[in-house]
């Protein structure tokens, strides 16, 4: 049997045409890569952006958790405990525990009212991210409808409605704040009498004044990015296709134009909130940023300063913190658009 | 010409794009002027002409995809587009006119075209644009299915989606992936079925195949063809180069810088163009055999294309002709037949021979 031909040992079952079942097993389904899918992935996969995002994560929670489960808060000012330096006690705390109590350390001294640092950083964190996060909120919501209805329409409307940007472009914004902030005093301090409006007693009318600044000026940026974005794609031929199927208007804009900008305004949302929390930061500073009692990282990086040779490591906190976070949003920013919108890379 | 069969009709489409200036100064690109043609139900009309010469405007033009400047449409003997300011034509092509001499025209139409979609689609010159690449093929395949709401039940959305798939060379596989995994060949196949979903009579085939690699071009021509015999479709097909249009078409119409210059039955077209533009076309065609290749000269013409914002006065091809006069240079000439079904514009008919 040494020399039969290959072709001769047929069986006649392998004739037999496949089944249903046995065709369904051959063919492979391969996992689709979706848009979001394929981003994330590649997110992942980049070192920088997830010890960014690690860091963002972590400093939520020490803005935002942490300070509950403090025993301090942060306008408690602790007689005989001014001035303190990291993990020392003050001659009151000193009695307690001599008296055998247990006195919670002062991980990073306190200030010269006796105010533990530690929450006040918590708290100025806080106020920092909040300010972030809510001004990258209103931008968006501004910009973004601002720009698409500008690009979506076109023509003349357009045309007025990016007329009216560059005029808002050319307001030099820090001046704007702080006239605003000081015209607005007045008004605010008189609202603030009124019941129902106490929280804003807290915030004080300089940071309602930076809000308000924010949502008047901060959002060409985006606007300009969002209606370059929509009439690029307004002209795609896929948006074409969709027209010649038939289909209107507000199809086109949610099936088509959204999910394809929404790479983009994540991206530029995320690269607003560093800015933003700069702002904040250099106008608290300046001392035209939140109300005292209540912290933000800028003004205890001012008030540290008149004690800066004595007490070096006040500014020291709020001045790393303050970096660290314009640093990790901002590098989690590019690892966000290396992911998601690599056309937006120049 | 029997008005009964024809499907799709164009008359004096005119379409000029803004470009800049205001008022008086206001410019135009005069992409397409003047076109009018017929095409008969299950025929295939051929388009051809240079890059910019206004293809792929008339084709968008004809489903509305841009609202026309001036002209009338008709569709399966409805008229779904009319400026109102053009002459309604006699059967025999000439333009109708009252007992003074003076043109009767139309009535301002324009109606909603939804219903017309589904009857008129098109398939795209670039495979890369005309998909979204946010959507799956499934979804892309069945957004005619989706707007039209075509479909009892999901369950029946996904079967004719895969149908539509097969019918193209694709398998249900496909349909959850997006286009970027697929190569050109198989997005041109994505557009097709996009089309075919909506149930149409008519496709505007916009060079489906330019942006292929001239393997897959005879695959996807081919294709067409058998669609064209199991559906009954009517094409429009444009294209920049004779040699791919003339297997397909039964007439081929010339397009140069906006206007029609020549139309006619393909044998014909290729075999006795009269047109000197049509000419040095046909010239261009590589021929097989080296013997008809010495024999046949090969026509270049000088110059480049004139700018549409600009066209020269009178014969818009006048620049570029061995035979251009004064007369070409002041009157724009008009299609005349020059045997039955043979359509072409030239002052100089008679003297053209090559
Ligand atoms: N939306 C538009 N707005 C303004 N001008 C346009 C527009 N579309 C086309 N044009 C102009 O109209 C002219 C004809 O363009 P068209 O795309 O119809 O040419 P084409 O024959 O299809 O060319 P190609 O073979 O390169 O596809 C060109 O000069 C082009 O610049
Ligand atoms: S009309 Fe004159 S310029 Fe135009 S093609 Fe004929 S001969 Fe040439
Ligand atoms: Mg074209």
């Keep these: ?71 301090y808060t942060y306008d408690q000012q602790i007689r005989t405990s001014e001035n303190l330096s990291p993990f020392t006690y003050g001659e009151a705390e000193l009695e307690r ?68 940007t560059d005029i808002i472009y ?17 008004a605010l301090e008189q609202l603030v009498l009124h019941k129902g409006f106490l929280w804003l007693q807290k915030l004080g009318p300089n940071m309602i004044a930076i809000f308000l600044v924010f949502a008047l000026i901060y959002w060409v940026g985006m ?21 010649a199927l038939g289909a209107g208007s507000a199809r086109i804009i949610r099936k088509h134009l959204l999910t394809n900008c929404i790479g983009t305004l994540t991206v ?32 205890l990086a001012t008030d540290a300063v008149k004690g800066m040779n004595t007490y070096p490591y006040l500014l020291l906190y709020p001045a790393i913190l303050i970096s660290v976070i314009i640093l990790v949003f901002n590098l989690f920013g590019d690892g966000l658009r290396d992911a998601f919108d690599p056309k937006l890379k120049d | 010409m029997n008005g009964q069969d024809i499907l799709v009709e164009v008359q004096h489409l005119q379409q000029y794009f803004p470009a800049g200036g205001h008022g008086k100064n206001k410019r135009f690109v005069k992409a397409v002027d003047d076109v009018s043609f017929a095409i008969k139900k299950g025929e295939t009309l051929g388009l051809v002409g240079e890059s910019g010469c206004g293809k792929t405007t008339v084709g968008r033009t004809m489903l509305r995809l841009y609202e026309p400047t001036d002209g009338r449409i008709i569709y399966d003997g409805k008229i779904i587009f009319d400026s109102g300011k053009c002459p309604l034509k006699n059967d025999d092509g000439s333009d109708m006119t009252d007992g003074n001499g003076k043109p009767v025209l139309g009535k301002k139409t324009a109606v909603d075209m939804l219903p017309y979609r589904r009857r008129m689609q098109i398939v795209f010159q670039d495979p890369y644009a005309s998909l979204d690449p946010r959507m799956t093929i499934g979804d892309i395949v069945g957004e005619a299915i989706d707007i039209h709401r075509s479909a009892g039940s999901k369950k029946e959305r996904r079967d004719r989606i895969i149908s539509l798939l097969e019918c193209v060379g694709l398998n249900s596989e496909h349909a959850n992936r997006y286009p970027h995994e697929f190569s050109g060949g198989q997005r041109q196949r994505v557009g097709i079925a996009r089309a075919l979903a909506a149930d149409p009579q008519f496709i505007v085939c916009d060079e489906p195949v330019s942006a292929l690699d001239v393997s897959i071009q005879a695959q996807v021509v081919n294709m067409f063809e058998d669609l064209q015999q199991e559906m009954g479709l009517t094409y429009l097909f444009i294209a920049h180069d004779l040699s791919v249009v003339k297997h397909i078409s039964n007439r081929i119409g010339v397009m140069y810088l906006g206007k029609m210059v020549e139309l006619a039955d393909s044998f014909e077209l290729i075999a006795h163009s009269v047109h000197p533009y049509t000419k040095s076309l046909i010239s261009a065609i590589p021929v097989a055999d080296p013997n008809t290749a010495r024999a046949a000269k090969r026509i270049t013409l000088q110059g480049d294309v004139p700018s549409p914002l600009n066209p020269p006065s009178g014969c818009r091809f006048r620049t570029r002709c061995p035979y251009a006069d004064e007369i070409c240079a002041g009157e724009c000439p008009q299609m005349k037949e020059v045997s039955a079904g043979h359509w072409a514009a030239c002052h100089h008919l008679d003297k053209v021979d090559y």
């Design chain 1, 1 to 71: 049997m040494k020399n039969r031909l290959p072709g001769l040992h047929l069986k006649a079952e392998d004739f037999i045409p496949a089944t249903a079942e046995e065709k369904e097993s051959l063919v492979i389904m391969r996992d689709s890569v979706n848009f979001w899918r394929d981003g994330l992935r590649r997110l992942k996969k980049n070192r920088v952006a997830m010890v960014s995002l690690f860091f963002i994560l972590l400093i939520m929670v020490f803005a935002y958790v942490l300070p509950s489960f403090w025993p």
């Design chain 1, 97 to 164: 525990i001599a008296a055998g109590e247990k006195v919670f350390p002062h991980i990073c001294g306190t200030d010269k009212l006796g105010r533990d640092f530690a929450v006040r950083l918590m708290m100025g964190a806080r106020i920092s991210l909040t300010v972030g996060l809510v001004c990258a909120a209103i931008v968006l919501v501004i910009g973004a409808l601002f720009g698409a209805i500008a690009g979506f329409a076109g023509g003349w409307v357009d045309n007025i409605m990016m007329r009216f």
């Design chain 1, 170 to 186: 050319t307001i030099p914004d820090i001046l704007l704040i702080i006239i605003m902030a000081m015209s607005l005093k007045p």
């Design chain 1, 223 to 243: 606007a300009r990015i969002t209606r370059s974005q929509v009439l690029i794609l307004k002209e795609s031929e896929y948006v074409t296709a969709a027209r």
């Design chain 1, 268 to 299: 530029t949302t995320t690269l607003q909130i560093p800015s933003a929390i700069f702002t904040e930061s250099y106008l608290s500073f300046l001392g035209i940023g939140v109300q005292v009692p209540m912290p933000s990282l800028g003004s």
